[in-house]
């Protein structure tokens, strides 16, 4: 089964574009949309929140919100309104963040991972409408409970690079959403480690400028490697996904 596609709005490109963009994509035929929360440029939510709003047929994803910036339950708050607001066209990855920039906001943390961990657990209980009441080591919540948990839990997935955290993501979340990948082995070994049943979501770099007569043996390339789902992105230099969105429709 080939994977599906998608195309990224990059935050290099102005908020105010994302409409005319997300219309664009739509229209072209697209499944997926991605978003970008990455300092200090635009906020995921926010924007995931307008384009759901702006199209009727679009699944949309945040790639990624990272954890360190967000309480779980406030998180879960977020991304439970979205889920019932707009059920099944959601898709939400979480990540540790850029250390550097987490410290540059007083966020950083002594063990990413086990934030990672203890955030991703916290989140994905809360919006299986359970009552939360934990004391970790950075996440501690008090009988905490969603008053309105989405029917269906959107999915969940971990931002990964390393084999460490692409472990975690099968194990605590949906799956894995692999960043910036170049080589078809990359994904094949994600695979490996996540596990059959787990998603493996692929941000793939593609310059229109080269050219796009590749673009579908690339794709194809990715899915036999394993990816479930296959997002082009554009060079920050020259980030419309009109165009890549173009080619994939």
Request: hydrophobic letters at 45%; a negative charge.
């Amino acid at each position: 089964m080939p994977p599906v596609t998608g195309v990224v709005f990059r935050p290099q490109s102005p908020p105010e574009e994302l409409r005319a963009v997300v219309e664009h994509v739509e229209s072209a035929g697209v499944a997926e949309l991605w978003l970008w929360e990455d300092c200090f440029l635009e906020g995921g939510l926010t924007t995931a929140a307008a384009a759901l709003a702006w199209s009727s047929r679009l699944r949309v994803g945040i790639g990624l919100l990272p954890v360190p910036l967000r309480n779980p339950a406030v998180a879960a708050m977020e991304i439970a309104t979205l889920a019932r607001m707009f059920p099944g066209r959601l898709t939400v990855a979480l990540g540790h963040g850029v250390q550097p920039w987490m410290e540059q906001v007083g966020a950083r943390a002594e063990s990413p991972m086990t934030l990672l961990r203890e955030h991703v657990d916290a989140v994905r209980a809360l919006l299986a409408g359970e009552t939360v009441d934990v004391s970790g080591r950075y996440v501690r919540l008090d009988r905490v409970a969603l008053d309105w948990p989405p029917p269906t839990p959107p999915r969940l997935l971990v931002g990964a690079r390393g084999p460490r955290t692409v472990a975690l993501g099968g194990e605590v979340a949906d799956g894995v959403l692999l960043d910036s990948v170049t080589d078809p082995d990359v994904v094949r070994r994600s695979r490996e480690l996540v596990g059959g049943s787990a998603q493996v979501c692929v941000y793939t770099e593609v310059d229109p400028r080269a050219g796009l007569g590749g673009v579908g043996a690339w794709v194809a390339e990715l899915g036999e490697a394993g990816a479930d789902t296959v997002v082009l992105q554009a060079p920050g230099d020259a980030p419309d996904p009109r165009p890549l969105a173009d080619a994939l429709g």
